[in-house]
């Protein structure tokens, strides 16, 4: 692997990485990637604010802290702004920041319109946000807006929240499509000389599984959503069943997208397993043409099975059997991923530093997302527990258990090469521990309480369900405390956190050959790759630099 | 002979898994609600199979990583490599073929019970009562409902459940006979709404503007909880209905002193809405207020069309 240690561009001489950059109209993927991590940071903690807010009124079985309008609200934005705002988005920018370096290009294919994708979003999310200011507050219906609930608005208004929620998820849309068709474009056309296809690294296959799923499948939602909002506001009756409209159209529709969705949020946290557990285990990634394939394959089967969100919808029985089969098959090549990970820890010389323990942590967790998930495939068992918290539980399991802790394994793990600087090992490690412990106590229990029969989305419960939901809201509590920590140890690492080398892991992958942070156009020279990725097993590959950060504290 | 005790060592965890993950599956009916129908003990048998394997896979892969977090400890600074096998063909063919065939194997289970469960039929759930869509004589012998002891009608709106019985009773509370088949006519008023008895195990979307049956076969006596499962606005929390399994003398015991006196009715969404409970944040957002009971209805309910519905806005 070429490595350009000779470059010194450094924060500080270097124009391109002044801070103010951060805040301009930047066409460099760097910038691009950052802008839109710290963004979607932000919107991750009003996110959560609201799921604290629903949390506190689950404490107890009455409804007593938010009016029933108001929880409604909450759950709904909750959900939009986790998914809409932060993951999606999130993961925009971190393959923004990565894609680029770990193929050897130096920008994505049309940097302006991936400026473009990133400022659709702030104002996107702050008109999706403002919605709380409106007279009759913001949408209601859940991040699904079902017609035909979603359709039932204060009369004589025509601005209202979910005019609000309808116009914002479909301009979030526009930007996702044309982040889309940039991250495709890149990753077939930018390569580097040698970056064959089976020498790129999983995070990008992933990136592209994940963004050609986007293509496919996003315009479904967004037809759908305008059809709604002409439903809503022009008097159309595309879904409105007592004036010959269907409403299950619209969970065709929506669903197509959705669920594929799930997909376009976990194949980068897969993508990120597949860097970090690696470098801190020091193997090679075990099987790495089939996890490389199988994120091929989970997106393509996962296009196939979006009725299993459907079964009770008046689903013919024909129907739920075939999308039983496909919704199962699914558990293939994710099981070929999760078998992959943990056979490239085994028989492995283990760093637990904080990327790895959300890698770890994470990929653990995965595997009771992913048996509920197979549980919940199987129609018996899903005509039971469908629109309970049992759902709700797996969901979180898979989102935030396995998603968000890959992006925290992900931003302590590139935050060397993002900022130059290294952040704190101490204060990753208690974040680690609160996020875990917290996110267990939260997520948990919602299993037996879906078993037991608790109806997701209710304000106030049978008082038989209060011990569990007790433990959750505690859970959530503990997991609002745990960003605090994740916070000052960012601000304070960026500000004073001691100077990264260029490879401080000592990790293989091309981003690791250029300097922390990278120069305006990411090489000195564009590399030429010769090798296979994820040689750590083969001493002659491995690329261990002497004046490394580690070496350096020796 | 170190190879030799590695597979075994191997072989015997994963005969302790077995055990553990079989108990575990055991266990599984524990932490469902009682049955109180016969699909009910299909669903759960299924469910416990299912545990059983879940158990199994995760205990295996995180039994792996925990043994690697405690024996497989690199000492500080030493970033030497640390097993150089870059993938081995046998292992991948067999960890992507054994997924395979324990999903097909779970996929005919599900499909093997969920015939058994015989609720709505394998080939028709819905009837559509739209003017475009005229029987087609092909589609006759599917369309036949499934036969049923007897039928009950359900109506459903925002926020109030009604059932209509066979001598035209109509009540607020769902009596069911014991051991009998019974079909659900299911209708909605206004918004999706969704049939849920969790001591049931079954769960059935109700369309507006469509006619939809579920068939139970209650086999437990005892009173139960109806939920709408699917989010209908305002007060959806509210969304209860009492659920009497009854024996059959007792049933039309019921049916004849509800049809000489008429039943109070008493609607929970409509007494919150004219007094709302004191919350600690409050909005007054609009809401689609909640409809006092109707007291009897001896006719099927017509169907309304949006400008029909009486929709206010929440002054307070």
């Not at chain 1, 970090?276 to 099987?287: E, T």
């Not at chain 1, 492995?348 to 495939?377: I, N, R, Y």
């Not at chain 1, 309480?449 to 038989?464: C, K, T």
């Not at chain 2, 690697?68 to 960890?95: C, M, Q, T």
Request: proline share 7%; charged share 15%.
């Amino acid at each position: 692997m070429t490595t350009h240690d000779s470059i010194d561009t450094t924060p500080q001489n270097d124009p391109e990485n002044n801070w103010r950059h951060y805040f301009s109209f930047s066409t460099d993927h760097k910038v691009i990637g950052v802008q839109y991590m710290v963004m979607t940071f932000i919107f991750f903690l009003i996110g959560g604010l609201l799921a604290m807010l629903i949390r506190a009124e689950l404490i107890t079985p009455a409804s007593n802290v938010v009016d029933r309008p108001l929880y409604n609200g909450l759950f709904t934005l909750h959900g939009t702004i986790m998914i809409f705002l932060w993951i999606i988005p999130f993961n925009a920018g971190i393959s923004n920041y990565l894609v680029p370096l770990m193929i050897g290009a130096r920008d994505m294919a049309f940097p302006l319109l991936n400026a473009i994708s990133f400022w659709i979003l702030p104002p996107s999310g702050l008109l999706l946000i403002s919605s709380f200011l409106l007279p009759n507050g913001t949408a209601q219906s859940g991040w699904w807006s079902y017609p035909p609930i979603s359709l039932q608005i204060p009369p004589g208004q025509p601005i209202n929240g979910e005019f609000i929620w309808i116009v914002s998820i479909v301009l979030i849309g526009i930007s996702s499509i044309m982040g889309a068709v940039n991250f495709v474009t890149t990753i077939f056309w930018m390569r580097a000389p040698g970056m064959t296809f089976f020498r790129m690294p999983v995070f990008v296959w992933s990136v592209l599984s994940a963004q050609l799923l986007q293509l496919v499948n996003l315009p479904s939602l967004t037809g759908a959503l305008i059809l709604l909002l002409f439903d809503l506001n022009f008097g159309t009756q595309f879904f409105k069943p007592l004036e010959n409209g269907d409403p299950i159209i619209y969970q065709h529709l929506f669903w197509f997208y959705s669920h594929p969705a799930v997909y376009i949020m976990a194949l980068p946290a897969f993508g990120i397993f597949a860097e970090v557990l690696p470098a801190f285990s020091r193997n090679p990634l075990f099987g790495y043409r089939s996890l490389a394939v199988a994120s091929l394959g989970i997106a393509v089967v996962s296009i196939f099975v979006w009725v299993h969100h459907m079964f009770t919808s008046a689903t013919p029985g024909w129907m739920r059997m075939l999308f039983m089969v496909t919704s199962m098959l699914v558990a293939v090549p994710t099981g070929v991923k999760a078998f992959g990970w943990t056979a490239t820890i085994w028989k492995s010389k283990l760093h637990l530093e904080t990327p790895m323990l959300f890698a770890m942590g994470g990929a653990a967790m995965f595997l009771l997302g992913g048996v509920t998930g197979v549980m919940l495939a199987a129609v018996p068992f899903d005509i039971h527990v469908h629109n309970t918290y049992f759902i709700v539980g797996h969901f979180h399991y898979i989102v935030f258990n396995t998603i968000t802790m890959a992006i925290f394994a992900a931003i302590y793990f590139w935050f060397p090469k993002i900022t130059g600087r290294m952040y704190a090992e101490g204060w990753g490690k208690v974040h680690f521990w609160l996020t875990f412990i917290g996110a267990n106590l939260t997520f948990f229990p919602m299993l037996p309480l879906g078993l037991q029969g608790m109806v997701r989305r209710i304000s106030s419960y049978d008082p038989r369900y209060q011990g569990w939901n007790i433990l959750a809201s505690l859970g959530g509590f503990l997991l609002g405390v745990s960003v605090l920590p994740f916070i000052a140890n960012i601000v304070g690492s960026l500000l004073y956190g001691q100077r990264a080398s260029n490879n401080p892991w000592l990790a293989t992958g091309l981003e690791w050959t250029t300097t922390s942070p990278p120069p305006r156009d990411n090489f000195e020279e564009i590399p030429v790759v010769k090798r296979p990725p994820y040689d750590y097993g083969d001493p002659k590959y491995s690329v261990i630099e002497p004046h490394d950060y580690h070496q350096q504290e020796n | 002979m170190s190879r030799f005790l590695e597979y075994f060592l191997i072989a015997s965890y994963i005969a302790v898994l077995l055990v553990i993950s079989h108990w575990i599956g055991a266990q599984a009916y524990s932490w469902l609600p009682v049955e109180a129908t016969a699909e009910a003990q299909k669903v759960d048998s299924l469910f416990s199979f299912l545990t059983a394997i879940g158990a199994f896979i995760i205990l295996g892969l995180v039994g792996m990583m925990v043994y690697s977090v405690l024996f497989f400890r690199a000492p500080k600074n030493d970033y030497s490599e640390g097993h150089p096998s870059r993938g081995d063909i046998k292992l991948e063919v067999l960890w992507t073929a054994a997924p395979t065939l324990l999903v097909l194997w779970v996929a005919w289970q599900g499909f093997n019970i969920y015939q058994q469960l015989d609720i709505l039929g394998l080939q028709q759930v819905v009837h559509l009562h739209t003017p475009l869509e005229e029987p087609a004589s092909a589609a006759s012998i599917s369309d036949i409902p499934k036969p049923a002891d007897e039928t009950i009608e359900v109506f459903v709106k925002q926020w109030d459940w009604s059932f209509r019985y066979p001598n035209n009773v109509t009540s607020n509370e769902l009596h069911l006979p014991v051991n009998r088949r019974t079909r659900l006519n299911m209708h909605a008023k206004d918004v999706l709404h969704s049939f849920y008895v969790p001591e049931f195990r079954l769960q059935q979307y109700i369309v507006p503007g469509r006619d939809i049956d579920l068939v139970v076969t209650p086999t437990r006596m005892g009173e139960y909880k109806l939920k709408d499962a699917l989010f209908s606005g305002t007060y959806f929390a509210l969304m209860d209905a009492n659920v009497h399994i009854e024996s059959l003398e007792e049933y039309n015991q019921w049916l004849t002193t509800a049809e000489q006196q008429p039943l109070a009715i008493k609607n929970q969404a409509v007494a919150e809405y004219t007094q709302p409970p004191k919350t600690l944040l409050k909005t007054g957002w609009y809401t689609v207020a909640p409809e006092p009971p109707a007291i009897a209805q001896s006719a099927p309910p017509k169907r309304l069309t949006a400008n029909e519905r009486k929709v206010m806005n929440d002054d307070t």
